[in-house]
């Protein structure tokens, strides 16, 4: 049962590679596409933490603790971009934008959870449950990886780094399979702890450092653009919600 579980966690950890090609991609042309992919991946990160993982931690805790480890995951990663920007800021320019490994850093708890939740639902029922709660995994992470990479980049890390650490935050589902496997469920109970905190992170994230920068686009016609592919990622997230993981 460990190499299935093994084998499903590193599938879904691949998949972040699927920007592999944007590597490639000539300068002007990948602007135009991280615009593009800004504006959806805000509408992902805002989807997933509503439609997902809130619903979820409200199932899991009740409301009132749901929303108040969503705070508390909201000033965890405020007080890290603090940190991150004096770190990184005080005095020179910075190389990169502290939300994206505030972003890198929310994706690996995100994906440190869904490996949490892929070996248990194998220990748990086997080939009949683990299978589709792997691919409902999938479905869920091609548009978010394609929106982490966009993310990452439009903070300033160059291509190829940006791949290499969002393949590496990926990673970490492997580290949440494994805890859940050889503990045979005892730190099962972190799981309910985590998926609010990383809904903070994903709030957060996109409400101070995304959504600011869509707003800097005063162009009518590619302002409707943003707001058409927001709502898109919005929309997907809910669509994946209501019909692949009920």
């Known amino acids: ?62 409301e009132a603790n749901a929303f108040a480890y969503t705070i508390v995951g909201m000033l965890i990663f405020f007080i890290l971009e603090r940190y991150i920007r004096w770190r990184h800021c005080h005095v020179r320019a910075c190389e990169a934008h502290p939300f994206a490994y505030l972003q890198l850093l929310g994706d690996g708890v995100h994906n440190f959870v869904d490996g949490m939740l892929i070996a248990a639902s194998f220990l748990i029922g086997g080939l009949d449950l683990g299978v589709p709660t792997t691919l409902a995994v999938v479905a869920h992470e091609v548009p978010q990886e394609l929106g982490d990479f966009a993310v990452i980049v439009s903070g300033g890390v160059r291509r190829a780094k940006a791949l290499a650490y969002n393949f590496a935050s990926a990673l970490a589902a492997i580290a949440g399979a494994l805890i859940v496997y050889v503990s045979s469920g005892l730190f099962e109970p972190l799981i309910p702890l985590l998926i609010p905190i990383a809904a903070g992170n994903f709030i957060y994230v996109a409400g101070s450092d995304l959504v600011p920068e869509l707003h800097k686009e005063v162009d009518v016609k590619r302002s409707t653009v943003q707001l058409a592919l927001l709502t898109a990622g919005l929309a997907l997230t809910w669509a994946l919600n209501v019909f692949v993981h009920a």
């Not at 602007?31 to 439609?51: K, M």
């Open 1 to 62: 049962m460990l190499l299935t579980i093994l084998a499903a966690v590193l599938f879904v950890s691949a998949i972040s590679l699927i920007c592999a090609p944007l590597i490639l991609v000539k300068d002007k042309a990948f602007d135009a596409i991280v615009f593009l992919f800004v504006s959806f991946a805000t509408g992902l990160l805002l989807g997933a933490a509503f439609f997902h993982l809130l619903p979820e931690s409200i199932h899991l805790l009740g």
